[in-house]
């Protein structure tokens, strides 16, 4: 019995590192900044507790599919063939398993919070599948990517609202161009591979210094955006301090990679990423509380 518990356990280990389970961290404190504004103050505990879950399962599942999906090109890509499907680890019947429990987690908990959330459920499977497929045929599929995780805090917001409203829209746009800008300069790693594959991205239609210039751009309008939802919604100093420490961060983020070296990605990437998603909701939380 033990064995075969110690078995199960390291399989939900190996994917949970397969669908990179703390990267989580990007999305979900953006959907906690929708509760939060959303509700004008602290959401309930209940709320909360569905809006991680829903935020969990959606995206265990879209990185699950991707996983599945791209299984065939991960296995041809140097730096991916490592990849647990590719190489073995966990077979895609197994990850087929998690994608429907995740999937199904999703929709229990859109369906634990109001209708409008279970409504919209279908469009967000909808983009998260589509998410997987495109780079076969468009450059666009960072975009794609960005508004699979705009999900979060426009679903957080009807989740406390049960409508949608323009500063769930703005902080979805936020989210949108953050996620698009450093996905595209993810994507720069595998810029030779994808063209010899015949796949699209911004870095294979621009090259690495326009990609570089793309992500700037599109960090540029998030900035705008957040400063749009300040004004919007009548935030107050908390937030703007909030705003001015992710500037900082963004541009630390674009000068570690200003030369186009890619030893420093991981840094530029995770890093900085992770601690701008955590200092808005901690910042918003604290602006919140103060009104």
Known sequence: MTAINTSIFTRIGIFLEMIKFAHTIFALPFALTGALLAAGGLPSLRQT???????????TAAMAMNRLIDAEIDARNPRTVVRAI????????LTLFFIIAATALMLLAAQML?????????????F???????????????????ICLAAAPIGAWVAIRGTI???????????????????????????????????????????VNGSLWAARLFHIVMIGLL????????????????ILAAIAMLL??????KDG???????????????ISVAIVLFTTADVLAR
């Not at 998260?128 to 960005?146: D, E, I, N, P, Q």
């Not at 400063?227 to 909030?242: A, D, E, K, P, R």
């Not at 630390?252 to 990679?257: A, D, G, N, T, V």
Request: net charge neutral.
């Open 49 to 59: 507790a569905w809006i991680i879950l829903a935020m969990v399962g959606a995206r």
């Open 86 to 93: 590719p190489a073995g680890l966990i077979s895609k019947g």
């Open 114 to 126: 109001n209708p409008l959330c279970l409504k919209l459920s279908p469009i967000a499977l909808f």
């Open 128 to 146: 998260l599948m589509l998410y997987s497929y495109c780079k076969r045929f468009t450059a666009l599929a960072h975009v794609v990517l960005g």
């Open 165 to 207: 409203d323009a500063p769930a829209l703005v902080l979805g746009g936020v989210v949108l161009f953050w996620v698009a800008g450093f996905d595209i300069l993810y994507a720069l790693q595998d810029l030779e591979f994808d063209r010899t594959a015949g796949l699209h991205s911004i870095p294979v239609l621009l090259g």
């Open 227 to 242: 400063f749009t939802l300040f004004n919007l919604m009548h935030l107050g100093t908390f937030f703007l301090v909030g």
């Open 252 to 257: 630390y983020e674009h000068w570690l990679l």
């Open 261 to 275: 070296d890619l030893t420093k990605l991981d840094a530029a990437f995770f890093n900085m990423n992770g601690y």
